[in-house]
């Protein structure tokens, strides 16, 4: 079944317990803070089944079935470049760069689709549930999301030396399934339908069982269930002053599991710490190309914004500004260059689909989320102070100020007042607004900190491959065990 908006917006009418600024949420597809990304969530939908865009938004899978094309498994590189369409066509359609809309965080279940043999071979109970609940989201065209961490609470301690609750932890098992306590932070979770929870990168203690080592498909429906979300920045200020903000907050989330059922069938794995690691270890071999790539389409937000505030003061023939610019183009560049080398040399999977790279994915994403904030820094520079000192867009209209405004806004007959107070008001809001700043901290943490993303690096690498060329190269003997044959 492909959804219409209409019917995601029912399914998150389901009397979910939802807070936001110390007010109860009746109906999270009304509420102001969450309207503008259920919106475009629903738009998604109705994309799939637009005349314009069907093609783009829906394959026809492996089982002969026309489901969403960024919730198909990827069995070829053919299967990713549809990917890149689809998620491209949808930023295009609004204008932003959107993270969490469920073909991002649909990659752990591949992930998970690749190591049931592995997860079988620790524990045999739960595997056989992954499959399942990979065509149940494909077949009911769920918006999925992802719950990773905790509020951890001590990070020098163990969870069993603290409060239990800062980890979430099972508590006991009943003849219908696991009861769960504790909670997770993730974006969009009050208005998505369910969520993969796993374990945080964490010590969970050193027996082999730990209630912390647990995972399953979460419903957001169930009982004992609360949302608790951070203030939103929509409505904060005008539309005209903050395009980006009221359009693309989306809301992040604490999730209580105040004695939450899990049944069964949703329970992935159980009480396993070495089912646990091989899932953190595993977690993002799919999921980091979607997120590298809406990384791309921001780097682009950055170049377009800065070569607009350049040229329409004419500094754009200069040779320092066209190195910056030139800056600005690498680091995009190198995105790309990722993104599109991830695929071409990509590998077959434990599981027989088309995994990307892992060494170059990686390896991209710790570029676009480490060397960010250097370019919102140099973006920034030539954009110039005036996207921290112009006034709103009220004033340019009030007829009292208006005059003088259009006096020292106009630059020529090409770049009048009003458009230059746009192009401010949309710099303003991409690097330096309350939005700008929790946009940059997510990059950089939303798939893991940046340690964990420089160890995903280091683990992907063929380190082997630079040692054995030195090792030849230099005539070391065969006694250093680093004369290894390099594949050509």
């Not at 480490?370 to 919102?376: D, I, P, Q, R, T």
Request: charged share 25%; hydrophobic share 40%.
């Amino acid at each position: 079944m492909l959804r219409t908006g209409a019917q995601y917006r029912d399914s998150i009418r389901d009397g979910r317990r939802v807070w936001i600024n110390g007010e109860r949420v009746s109906d999270v597809t009304a509420h102001p803070a969450f309207r503008p990304l259920v919106d475009i969530r629903a738009r998604i939908y109705d994309m799939q089944h637009d005349p314009a865009t069907r093609d783009v938004m829906v394959t026809r899978d492996a089982r002969g079935r026309d489901v969403a094309t960024g919730l198909a498994l990827p069995y070829a590189k053919a299967d990713w470049h549809a990917k890149r369409r689809a998620v491209d066509t949808m930023m295009d359609e609004f204008g932003g760069v959107v993270s969490r809309l469920g073909d991002e965080t649909i990659g752990e279940m591949w992930s998970l689709h690749d190591g049931a043999k592995v997860l079988t071979s620790i524990d045999t109970h739960f595997a056989g549930n992954i499959q399942p609940h990979i065509d149940r989201i494909l077949d009911q065209d769920l918006f999925h999301v992802s719950a990773n961490t905790d509020p951890k609470g001590d990070r020098s301690k163990r969870p069993q030396e603290q409060d239990p609750d800062m980890l979430l932890h099972v508590v006991r098992e009943t003849d219908a399934g696991i009861i769960v306590r504790g909670a997770k932070y993730e974006t969009a979770a009050a208005y998505a339908n369910q969520a993969f929870v796993k374990p945080t990168i964490a010590n969970w203690g050193d027996a082999k069982l730990s209630e912390y080592a647990v995972g399953f498909i979460s419903n957001f429906s169930a009982p004992n269930m609360k949302f608790i979300c951070r203030g939103g920045f929509a409505g904060k200020g005008s539309p005209e002053d903050y395009p980006l903000s009221n359009r693309f907050d989306e809301i992040d989330t604490l999730v209580i599991y105040d004695d939450v059922l899990v049944p069964w069938e949703n329970v992935l794995f159980n009480r396993h710490t070495a089912a646990a690691a091989f899932i953190r270890s595993t977690l993002h071999r799919y999921a980091a190309f979607p997120f590298l790539q809406r990384i791309l389409r921001f780097a682009d937000l950055l170049i377009g914004t800065a070569l607009l505030n350049v040229r329409q003061t004419g500094l754009d023939k200069q040779p320092a500004v066209q190195e910056k610019l030139v800056q600005l183009a690498r680091y995009r560049e190198g995105i790309e260059a990722h993104l599109i080398a991830s695929v071409e040399a990509a590998q077959e999977s434990p599981g027989g689909l088309c995994m990307p790279n892992q060494s170059l994915l990686y390896t991209g994403r710790l570029l676009g989320c480490g060397e960010m904030h250097n370019a919102v820094h140099i973006a920034r520079e030539l954009c110039g102070g005036q996207i921290c000192v112009t006034p709103g867009a009220a004033d340019f209209a009030n007829p009292e100020t208006a005059d003088w405004l259009n006096k020292f806004y106009s630059v020529n007959e090409n770049w009048q007042a009003e458009d230059r107070r746009k192009l401010l008001a949309y710099a303003r809001d991409l690097m330096n607004s309350d939005y700008a700043g929790h946009r940059l901290t997510f990059h950089l943490f939303a798939q893991s900190p940046p340690y964990a993303q420089a160890g995903a690096v280091y683990r992907n690498f063929d380190w082997d491959r630079s040692a054995g060329i030195v090792a030849r190269a230099a005539g070391l003997s065969e006694a250093t065990g680093e004369r290894k044959e390099v594949a050509a």
